[in-house]
């Protein structure tokens, strides 16, 4: 089914003409990163270097980008593609693969399950869904079963990794007993999704087991701190983050409630909590420009880090505005979660607009107000502009929103890390508020973007990420990540399409955080027995 065109985003028949030739360009590019994935990748490697012209094995070694492309292959119609992506996934079977030059002896046979989960359980899910090919289905039940034992801890809490051959845990990646957030509460969209599709208990039972601990340590803030006990599940640290360590732990709240028809009610409480303990102590206003920013707490102090990985959030709040009725949102919240959607992603646009790549870096620090970091809390600025009679209709950081900076002025930041990783964040939140808004505005801006990735990351046979956005001409590095086809050319795409012509409108599809789409269903009355489904 199509989606309908939202009030606002009417197109006149040269504005159709011109998106419909965008949207060919982005195919185009997907097939130029695809194609040389496929002529200079070995299978089962799982990236291109795009400079190198050679293939790595660096996600399990079963080809992730063959998987990750599979939903961007489908929503784009490149039939060739697909058919021999299909013949290749048939003949998957999880296991440990070697990696040349490297000794077994020092080789990790263990994959990680926030990856996994998300690029290839999702992928593959999304696959069947889009296709009702049961080999997907096939190929994501074995998957499913083989990566269960990483749940095999005192505390029922996901360790870091898993072992696909030996079915035994390990707890790798350098935090012994010890996972984040992000880890253990990203695999609950998949594996809910995969237990309807099957009827496997311990499919549900395993994730929600994390999310009744987490249902009961939520803390008065409305947040959860990042790292986590897998012995008691308790929380170990005292770092608030909504980015890198925790951000798809908070999305899949939300979408964790509507893929299931919206029947967890317990879930949107959750959600609701959570935004508002990021509206009430992460989001900042910077002291010049008032750009609207999401930053760390550790043990308190701010940090004022602002990352790439954190622009999904605004995507996320008007997801939330999009799909939530006035009995689950209230008009209070809606529009302060719209404004801080609104505010957030003019912030995360001029990360890329700034930049004299026109590309955005992976981490930014913010100027602090003088010297006490508490003043620039947005929330504080928001009771000051009430307090005065509300002038202009929208608070400071939404109401007044600030250019790219000219040469030689103050942009309010300092960059941090400047590399651009191809990383989708931005031009999600892109597309989702134009969707929502119908405000041509965010269009432009990802079609903005989007064009910078072409002229700064373009290379003979894919795409690269790039270090030193703030120059003209960043150096490439040689990385194409499968989570550039998944991810931001499929929103770039998406952008491009005729409003009327969306393949997966919100009330029926949700996407991962890997951006693959899943279909919303509603739990049967025997699953919620057999599973133990709270309502």
Same mark, same amino acid.
């Given at each position: ?124 899910? @999304? ?27 005192? %505390? ?49 039972? #395993? ?25 008691? %599940? ?145 929330? #504080? ?15 400071? %950081? ?66 690269? @990420? ?12 040689? @990385? ?51 599973? %133990?489904?709270?309502?």
């Amino acid at each position: 089914m199509k989606g309908a065109a939202r009030a606002g985003n009417e197109q006149s028949d040269d504005e159709r003409a011109l998106w419909r030739t965008r949207a060919g360009r982005v195919r185009d590019a997907f097939l130029h990163a695809y194609h040389g994935y496929e002529q200079y990748a070995t299978w089962p490697d799982d990236e291109l270097r795009p400079l190198s012209n050679t293939g790595e094995k660096n996600f399990n070694g079963w080809g992730v980008t063959v998987v990750d492309s599979l939903s961007t292959m489908i929503l784009m119609d490149t039939k060739p593609e697909l058919e021999r992506a299909l013949e290749k996934i048939a003949s998957m079977d999880f296991k440990q693969v070697s990696v040349p030059g490297v000794s077994l002896a020092t080789q990790n046979s263990h994959v990680p399950f926030f990856e996994t989960v998300i690029r290839y359980l999702g992928g593959l899910l @999304s696959g069947y869904a889009l296709t009702n090919n049961t080999v997907l289905l096939a190929r994501a039940d074995d998957l499913g079963r083989k990566l269960l034992p990483v749940f095999d801890t005192k %505390g029922g809490i996901p360790a870091y990794s898993v072992s696909t051959d030996k079915g035994t845990r390990e707890d790798s990646g350098g935090r012994w007993g010890r996972s984040l957030i992000a880890e253990i509460a990203s695999c609950q969209v998949e594996y809910k999704y995969i237990a309807h599709l099957t009827g496997r208990r311990e499919y549900f039972r #395993k994730v929600e087991h994390v999310m009744d601990i987490m249902e009961q340590s939520q803390n008065k803030n409305g947040l959860w701190h990042s790292e986590w006990s897998t012995d008691d %599940g308790t929380q170990v640290n005292n770092h608030f983050t909504v980015a890198a360590e925790a951000d798809s732990a908070y999305e899949y709240l939300l979408k964790q409630y509507l893929l299931s028809g919206k029947t967890e009610s317990r879930i949107l409480d959750m959600y609701k909590k959570s935004v508002n303990g990021v509206i009430n102590d992460l989001l900042y206003l910077s002291p010049n420009r008032k750009l609207l920013y999401l930053s760390d707490l550790e043990a308190s102090r701010l940090s004022g880090k602002f990352e790439h990985l954190a622009c999904f959030f605004p995507g996320l709040l008007a997801l939330g505005v999009e799909t939530l009725d006035e009995k689950e949102l209230s008009a209070e919240d809606r529009q302060m979660h719209l404004w801080v959607a609104e505010g957030l992603a003019h912030s995360c646009w001029l990360m890329y607009a700034d930049q004299p790549s026109g590309l955005g870096p992976e981490l930014a620090g913010f100027d602090w107000w003088r010297a006490d970091a508490r003043e620039g809390k947005w929330i #504080k600025a928001v009771e000051e502009w009430r307090r005065v009679g509300s002038p202009g209709g929208k608070p400071p %950081g939404v109401g007044d929103l600030a250019p790219p900076v000219k040469p030689g002025e103050a942009k309010d930041y300092n960059i941090r890390v400047g590399s651009y990783l191809l990383r989708p964040e931005t031009m999600e939140s892109m597309y989702v508020m134009w969707r929502v808004t119908g405000d041509k505005k965010w269009r432009e801006h990802g079609w903005q973007m989007w064009e910078a990735i072409e002229a700064k990351t373009r290379t003979e046979s894919g795409f690269s @990420s790039v270090t030193g956005v703030e120059s003209v001409n960043p150096q490439k590095t040689d @990385s194409q990540p499968s989570y550039f086809l998944a991810e931001t050319v499929k929103y770039a795409y998406m952008l491009s399409l005729d409003p009327a012509d969306d393949p997966w409108p919100s009330s029926q599809w949700i996407f991962n955080t890997e951006a693959h789409p899943l279909p919303v269903f509603k739990w049967k009355e025997w699953e919620h027995q057999n599973f %133990g489904i709270a309502y």
